[in-house]
């Protein structure tokens, strides 16, 4: 599980809340039920006004993957390939047809599956890529509710601030309790820009970035499995595959391979 979301969001509180004490404030003067039910529900409802119910109700799904998704090293899709390939080269294409059940990527699994079943290579080119770009469309549309809520929450915020001071001019007659509601009124704008730049933005841009990997990563696939169907040489899968790679993972497969040559 890769915990940078996890770390940055909870540390990013903690430094909200240790500033609040080392400045002398009480971490519960800003934990304030009223106005974080305003931010973090405004927000919410605000954001599934600007789009469709499905957005909203996939939320929980959105926020487990932003949490803990699991990002694996494309070093071993490409050896996971490249072993496929070898045994496609020595046996035959058809001969992969036992050894697609244990495949655990699922894309992988589907492209191998289509070669397999004698599928016209531009024919699988054109239905792997539509995949690939259906997933993109429905990424963006998940990260879309966060951004939206991203927008919405600092103004949100305000208009919690101006219900406050509204209610402490209409208490002008008890100084005593002035300093505190004036306080209390702009928690919400502290709640609107906090989780604004803490929690929703971070998030959307953390399901893009997650969004980006996996596409890359169905890229490689399509390349590998054209090559599987058109009996290249394992060799130069291993060498195209890792061309498409970044330049340090490219550098730890091409050492991994070295070193198992060597043995």
């Known amino acids: 599980m890769d915990i940078s979301t996890i770390v940055g969001v909870v540390v990013a509180l903690i430094i909200v809340f240790t500033v609040q004490i080392l400045e002398g404030g009480s971490p519960a003067s800003i934990i304030l039920i009223p106005s974080m039910l305003l931010v973090f529900g405004g927000a919410l409802m605000a ?6 119910l499905k957005d909203t109700t996939g939320i929980g799904a959105n926020l487990k993957k932003a949490f803990l998704a699991k990002v694996t090293p494309p070093t071993q899709l490409v050896d996971n390939i490249v072993k496929l390939a070898e045994r496609a080269r020595r046996e035959g ?11 655990e990527h699922p894309f992988l699994k589907r492209g191998l599956q289509l070669a397999i079943d004698g599928t016209d290579p531009e ?5 792997l890529h539509a995949e690939i770009a259906a ?11 966060f951004e939206n809520m991203g927008g919405y929450a600092p103004t949100i ?3 919690g601030t101006v219900m406050g001071l509204v209610h402490v001019l209409e208490n002008l007659d008890q100084p005593e309790t002035l300093g505190h509601s004036i306080a209390a009124a702009f928690v919400a704008t502290l709640w609107g820009v906090l989780s604004a730049n803490v929690i929703w933005l971070p998030l959307a841009a953390r399901l893009d970035r997650l969004s980006g990997i996996e596409a890359e ?18 060799r130069l899968v291993a060498q195209k595959l890792r061309s498409l790679l970044p330049p340090d993972e490219a550098k730890k497969a091409e050492a991994a391979a070295n070193t198992k040559k060597a043995a």
């Open 47 to 52: 954001g599934m006004a600007g789009g469709v």
């Open 123 to 127: 024919e699988l080119h054109d239905v």
């Open 217 to 234: 990563e169905m890229e490689l696939v399509v390349d590998g499995v054209l090559a599987i169907q058109a009996g290249s040489n394992p």
């Open 135 to 145: 997933k993109k469309k429905a990424d963006k549309a998940g990260k879309k509710l």
């Open 157 to 159: 915020g305000i208009i």
């Open 93 to 103: 294409l058809l001969a992969l047809e036992d050894a697609v059940k244990t495949v």
